[in-house]
């Protein structure tokens, strides 16, 4: 789910050994038209999970200079680097172990139980199938294949806001351990 089309592969095939490098990970990766062709990369630290100006300020930079020399897209665009943010994208498989115990919607590329959105708590990953415990249905764990999913996000709660700002300051400690004169 990091990718949708054969141009967004495109973009990731470039993309990962660039972010690798910088300590990064790519979250997403999206090539969408309009007036002008805009490519959509969302990166995290692999350290954190955090991504700050500066960390999008170089994968940006480096990315800029190699995509003008592969030139992977036929037209121009405009290249977007990001966070993804307290409602990231969930993309791997690995994401919904991370932020079990947090509210999350999911959607599938077919219907199952008459029905192709899914809300409600991440409850883990067992041999593939995403487990979310329904919201408004009391004992009622749906467990979804992953290759179904074509979206999910994290949904904002009072809870994914705390321990985003819990992971910012303790990265800021680290930072300040790291270099106690600045």
């Not at 940006?60 to 990231?88: C, H, I, K, Q, W």
């Not at 994401?95 to 999350?104: L, T, V």
């Not at 590329?109 to 029905?115: A, H, I, K, Q």
């Amino acid at each position: 789910m990091k990718t949708k089309t054969h141009m967004d592969e495109r973009v990731l095939a470039l993309a990962e050994p660039v972010a690798a490098d910088l300590g990064l990970n790519i979250v997403r990766v999206r090539v969408m038209a309009g007036k002008r062709q805009t490519v959509q990369i969302m990166a995290e630290r692999i350290s954190d999970g955090l991504m700050g100006i500066g960390d999008c300020e170089a994968l940006s930079r480096e990315l800029s200079a190699l995509m003008e020399v592969e030139d992977p897209l036929p037209d121009a665009y405009v290249l977007e680097v990001s966070s993804p943010g307290l409602d990231r994208p969930l993309t791997d498989l690995s994401d919904f172990d991370k932020y079990e115990g947090y509210q999350a919607k999911l959607e599938l590329d077919r219907l199952v139980e008459g029905r192709k959105r899914f809300r409600g708590v991440l409850a883990g990953t067992e041999d593939g199938h995403v487990d979310i415990n329904l919201e408004g249905e009391t004992e009622n764990t749906a467990s979804i294949p992953f290759d179904w999913i074509s979206e999910a996000k994290l949904l904002i709660t009072d809870e994914l806001i705390e321990a985003g700002q819990k992971a910012k300051e303790a990265a800021a400690k680290a930072a300040e351990n790291l270099n106690p004169e600045s």
